[in-house]
């Protein structure tokens, strides 16, 4: 087991509201691992704070080995060099995908190679090329973002991180933005990296998803990881009753099994 | 009222006017060519500037726009050597003024530019690791300079008219040059309905230049959904 990720004591306040509160985790190499909650309980500042998008108020993070920031006196303090060469080791997912509308798509996955990487043409087109194979759009390598549908735009997105190749990806909510019927194929595409070993930190709301691909489920409340386990025993046989009165909620009407034959 | 247009002695001096016309381009061309730039500076300086930076900014920026720019003209003509003992012509405390002046507009033009840019491109670009200057070079300004574009064509007029004060310096731009041929001839309407038809004719075909270009950045993706 190699541990990439580890979150010690993370908390996050903004001004006199605290969101997260005394957070820890450890991720190993391939795992999946998805992270629900209510709105408000800090899953997605949880996440933010893993790249830095927010910076923690306390805590440490430590990828692959290596903490983050410099210590001294109780607190830590981060370089704006540090954060930005981390972050490029990160990769991260939006609800609203944010694809640059001014490049194609092949630009949108080659910028963070040629810009950041400053990896040789032949490469950023290489990789470029690769990961939009594997999310299926190499056949829209040329179209602009505003031509694609948004469960395209977001595997897109999706194929942009990956060309980075990142040591860890983030999922905040990459679905909650989509018209139902194009939640499948980005969560198809998740699952096929969650399968062929990519370490992945998932937010997200669709519970069948994460029943089916996680390896362990975080339930948080009130900034706190309430309880967690395998997707199993936090989804289907909840301790809390803070976890059973979500996943009521989230279960009052349900379809019996649609005969789709 | 049988007023009767004779333009043949105005036509007689227009290579006056045509040089007239040629120094106003090159007051309006050169403020263009410092003020767009600095214009930039201005604005990022003003947006991601330190206290101490962007204070002083803001405050020469609201200088320049809200003082009348004749007076800046004069101020630059005639305190430069005073204050600073350094003579300038006319021409040069013309492109000095209107540089600065309409540096202060399109700053303001930047700016607007910028902040409407949807803070998730900050966000995607800080994700896949670029700073601030990169994400700024690569992803905001691109997009933000393509909506800027009528706001520049305004500003750019805007300025080559504004130019018509460099005649009061003795400069001598178009304006300058119809004045004076105004009064050798005493065909005043004939020699500014001229000047202002020369006007017209170079300020129009810029702005359908720029409309060209407008639709050719537009035919390029916009916004994405969401």
Same mark, same amino acid.
């Given at each position: ?13 903004? $001004? ?12 190993? &190499? ?9 709105? $408000? ?5 949880? =996440? ?9 108020? $306390? ?36 609800? %609203? ?20 990487? &400053? ?64 939640? $499948? ?5 998740? &699952? ?8 992945? =930190?998932?937010?997200? %709301? ?11 489920? =975080? ?43 | ?61 609201? @200088? ?7 007076? /800046?003209?004069?101020?630059?003509? @005639? ?11 006319? @021409? ?28 998730? /491109? ?20 691109? /997009? ?7 706001? @520049? ?74």
């Amino acid at each position: 087991m190699v541990e990439i990720l580890k979150i010690e004591g993370l908390n996050k306040s903004f $001004g006199d509201l605290t969101v997260l509160d005394g957070i820890d985790l450890s991720v190993n &190499k391939g795992e999946t691992i998805v992270v629900i909650g209510a709105s $408000g309980s800090g899953k997605s500042t949880m =996440l933010r704070c893993v790249n830095f998008m927010e910076i923690p108020s $306390g805590g440490r993070i430590t990828l692959n080995g290596s903490a983050i920031g410099t210590a001294s006196n109780g607190s830590v303090t981060y370089s704006e060099k540090e954060l930005t060469g981390l972050r490029a080791r990160v990769g991260m997912v939006f609800q %609203h995908f944010n694809l640059f509308p001014h490049m194609t798509v092949k630009q949108n996955v080659m910028e963070g190679p040629k810009t950041v990487l &400053k990896c040789s043409a032949v490469e950023c087109s290489r990789r470029a090329d690769k990961y939009l194979e594997k999310v299926g759009l190499g056949w829209k390598a040329d179209s602009f973002p505003s031509q694609l549908s948004g469960g395209q735009q977001q595997r897109v997105a999706i194929a942009r991180a990956l060309a980075m190749e990142p040591e860890i990806m983030l999922f905040d909510e990459a679905t909650s933005a989509l018209d139902p019927e194009l939640v $499948g194929e980005v969560l198809l595409t998740m &699952k096929e990296l969650a399968d062929e070993g990519m370490t992945m =930190l998932i937010v997200t %709301h669709e519970l069948g998803f994460a029943y089916t691909v996680a390896d362990r489920v =975080l339930f948080l409340a009130n900034g706190k990881i309430l309880e967690q386990g395998d997707p199993e025993s936090v989804l289907i046989n909840p301790q809390q009753d803070a976890t059973k009165n979500f996943l009521r909620g989230h279960g009052s009407f349900r379809l019996p099994e649609p005969n789709l034959d | 009222m049988g007023y009767e247009w004779d333009f043949g002695v105005v036509l007689r001096d227009f290579d006056l006017l045509l040089w007239g016309l040629v120094n106003t381009l090159k007051v309006t061309g050169l403020s263009l060519l410092f003020g767009v730039p600095l214009g930039l500076f201005l604005a990022l300086w003003r947006l991601y500037g330190g206290r101490l930076i962007r204070v002083p900014v803001g405050v020469l920026i609201e @200088f320049l726009r809200t003082t009348p720019p004749i007076a /800046q003209l004069f101020w630059f003509f @005639f305190a430069m050597p005073i204050l600073l003992g350094i003579e300038i012509d006319p @021409f040069q405390a013309s492109v000095l003024t209107f540089s600065l002046q309409s540096s202060a507009f399109f700053a303001e033009v930047f700016r607007g530019g910028i902040v409407s840019i949807d803070n998730g /491109q900050w966000e995607a670009a800080k994700a896949i690791g670029m700073d601030r200057n990169a994400s700024l070079r690569r992803i905001i300004l691109p /997009q933000a300079v393509k909506r800027m574009v009528p706001a @520049f064509l305004e500003r750019a007029i805007e300025l080559m008219k504004t130019t018509t004060l460099v005649g009061t310096i003795s400069y001598a731009d178009l304006l300058y040059e119809a004045n004076n041929i105004a009064q050798s001839t005493y065909r005043s309407l004939e020699v500014f309905s001229l000047a202002a038809g020369m006007y017209f004719v170079v300020i129009f075909a810029c702005s359908m230049g720029v409309r060209r270009l407008e639709r050719h950045l537009g035919r390029t993706g916009e916004t994405t959904t969401g």
